[in-house]
């Protein structure tokens, strides 16, 4: 098992910066992804950016060179951080954690609550 929790997020103007962060405990030397999603109210859920183990990060065409993720690794959890910078109305969503793990024959994804990201004028 393994348990997410997600913090930041809120409002900000445009053009402003947030940064979320999502810890990661339990069995965290099984996660080989984490990801930032992102839902908005109609709209599906969408991959915002994810990382693996190694460091290698992508992001979604809309928010390449404005986001960046990054990943910590300390003994006992694991810490996906989510910084957003010019930010746009457009990125208002719910933000989502999910990290990945390998299980014996196969994979477990695991999903934080979400955290609200607000951006208004």
């Known amino acids: 098992q393994v348990r997410l929790v997600e913090s930041g997020g809120g409002s900000v103007q445009p053009g402003g910066s947030l940064r979320l962060d999502c810890a990661a405990s339990g069995k965290i030397n099984n996660i080989y992804n984490m990801a930032w999603y992102r839902q908005s109210p109609g709209n599906q859920r969408e991959l915002v950016a994810d990382?693996?183990?190694?460091?290698?990060?992508?992001?979604a065409d809309a928010v390449r060179g404005r986001f960046n993720i990054t990943r910590d690794n300390a003994k006992n959890t694991v810490t996906v951080s989510l910084q957003m910078n010019s930010l746009r109305p457009g990125d208002s969503a719910v933000y989502y954690c999910?990290?990945?793990?390998?299980?014996?024959?196969?994979?477990?994804?695991?999903w934080g609550q979400g955290t609200q990201v607000t951006v208004s004028s």
């Open positions: 999910r990290c990945l793990t390998r299980v014996l024959g196969g994979e477990l994804d695991y």
């Open positions: 990382i693996t183990r190694g460091g290698s990060a992508k992001y």
